[in-house]
C-alpha cells in the first residue's frame, strides 16, 4: 500500500477542532457533563479523544521519523524545531501580550522560574489571570505538549538501546500500559512521586503513552496490518459499545480507534484531503492559541452561547495558527536542512522492515 498519500494532515486539524469544540461547553460554567461526547457516553470528552487522537498520530509518525533519521541527533534536533519555536511564542504571547490584558501580575513573575517552565515545556502561569471565571488559567491546553515532547525522548530512548526494532519487546510493553488504564485508577497513587517531573502525572501518563505507544505498533507492524472496510465497520462497532465503560474506554479508542484512524488516513482517497497540511500544517498552532482566545471571549461576553465560541474562537485560532506557521513554525523547520548531519545506523529496524 502506498502510505505517502495520507490524511494524516486533516486528521490532525479535526482533532485540534474537536478539542475547541469540548472547551466551548466546559470553559463557559465549569459544567462538562454538557460537553456532547460526555453527554453520549458519560466518559470521554471530544477534548480527550482528540488529544488522544493526536498521540496515535504522533506514535506513528514519529516512530517513522526516528527510523528514517540519520543519527539520534538529528532526530533530536528535528524534534526541538518541531515543538520549542512554536511553544516559546506561544507562551510568551501569553505571558507578555494576553496576561496584563487579562488581570494578570507582571511583577509575580519569576525570571528563573519562567526559563525553566519554558524548558520544560510547561503551561504559562500568571497570578490574578481571569477573575471569576472557571479554569483561570492563561494556556491550559498546553499541559499535553510536555507529556508528547516526553513520549519523543521516549522513542529516542529505546532506538538508541536497540530495542525499537524488537517489535515483539514494543508490543509487549504498549500492552502493560495498555492493561494499566484498565485498572483502578488508585493504583497510580503508588506511583513514586520523585519521577512525576521527569515522566509526569501517572493519571495522565499511562494513558497518553498507551495510546501513542499503540500508533508506533502501527507503524512497527504496517506490513501486517490489513485496511479492509468490514473491519472498520467492525473497529467502530466495538469501539462504540466500550466508549460506555471508564475502565475500557482508553484501551478501546487505542486499538479501535487507532484502526479507524489509520485507515481514514490510508484508505479514504481524495486529493484534496490528501494535501490539507503539505504545505500549510495550523494544527499546532491552532492547539496553542484556541484555549486563551476561548478564555478571552467567554471573559468579555459571559453570555455567548457554546456553540458561538467555538465557531467564534476556531476562525480567531486559525487565524493566529498561520501567523503562527509562517512567522515560526515554517521558518524553524527549515533549518531542518541547514546541518548534515552524517549517516549512522541507528535503528535496525530500518533494514527489517520494507520501506514506504
Not at 534536533?77 to 501569553?94: T, V
Not at 502561569?125 to 492563561?138: C, E, H, K
Request: hydrophobic content about 55%; proline content about 4%; glycine content about 8%.
Amino acid at each position: 500500500m502506498d502510505r505517502s498519500a495520507n490524511n494524516f494532515g486533516v486528521l490532525r486539524l479535526c482533532f485540534a477542532v474537536l478539542v475547541i469544540l469540548s472547551h466551548s461547553f466546559e470553559l463557559i460554567d465549569g459544567d462538562r457533563s454538557r460537553e456532547p461526547l460526555t453527554r453520549l457516553f458519560g466518559v470521554m470528552s471530544f477534548g480527550g479523544l482528540g488529544v488522544y487522537g493526536f498521540f496515535l498520530i504522533s506514535g506513528y509518525l514519529i516512530t517513522k521519523s526516528f527510523i528514517r533519521s540519520k543519527s539520534s541527533i538529528e532526530f533530536l534536533y528535528k524534534r526541538i524545531l518541531r515543538i520549542y519555536p512554536g511553544f516559546i511564542a506561544a507562551y510568551l504571547i501569553c505571558i507578555f501580550v494576553l496576561g496584563p490584558f487579562v488581570g494578570g501580575e507582571l511583577q509575580s513573575l519569576s525570571v528563573l522560574r519562567t526559563i525553566t517552565r519554558v524548558f520544560f515545556l510547561q503551561p504559562p502561569i500568571m497570578d490574578g489571570v481571569f477573575p471569576n471565571s472557571y479554569y483561570a488559567a492563561l494556556n491550559g491546553s498546553m499541559w499535553t505538549i510536555a507529556y508528547e515532547f516526553r513520549c519523543y525522548l521516549f522513542v529516542l530512548a529505546l532506538g538508541v538501546l536497540g530495542l525499537l526494532h524488537k517489535r515483539n519487546i514494543i508490543l509487549r510493553m504498549t500492552a502493560m500500559f495498555l492493561f494499566l488504564t484498565v485498572l483502578h485508577p488508585a493504583i497510580f497513587d503508588y506511583f513514586p512521586r520523585q519521577l512525576v517531573l521527569f515522566l509526569g502525572d501517572p493519571f495522565e501518563t499511562v494513558p497518553l503513552v498507551s495510546v501513542f505507544g499503540v500508533g508506533a505498533l502501527f507503524y512497527l507492524y504496517r506490513d501486517y496490518v490489513i485496511y479492509d472496510w468490514r473491519l472498520a465497520v467492525a473497529a467502530s462497532a466495538s469501539l462504540f459499545c466500550s466508549m460506555y465503560s471508564a475502565s475500557f474506554a482508553v484501551a478501546a479508542f487505542a486499538v479501535f480507534g487507532g484502526y479507524l484512524v489509520f485507515w481514514i488516513a490510508f484508505n479514504v482517497k481524495s486529493s484534496m484531503l490528501n494535501n490539507i497540511g503539505k504545505k500549510v500544517d495550523l494544527s499546532y498552532g491552532i492547539y496553542l492559541y484556541a484555549w486563551p482566545v476561548q478564555k478571552v471571549l467567554i471573559w468579555w461576553r459571559g453570555d455567548l452561547s457554546p456553540w458561538v465560541v467555538f465557531l467564534g474562537s476556531t476562525m480567531i485560532a486559525a487565524v493566529f495558527a498561520l501567523m503562527s506557521w509562517r512567522l515560526v513554525e515554517k521558518p524553524f523547520l527549515d533549518l531542518k536542512s541547514a546541518f548534515v548531519f552524517p549517516r549512522k545506523a541507528i535503528c535496525k529496524e530500518a533494514s527489517a522492515l520494507p520501506v514506504d
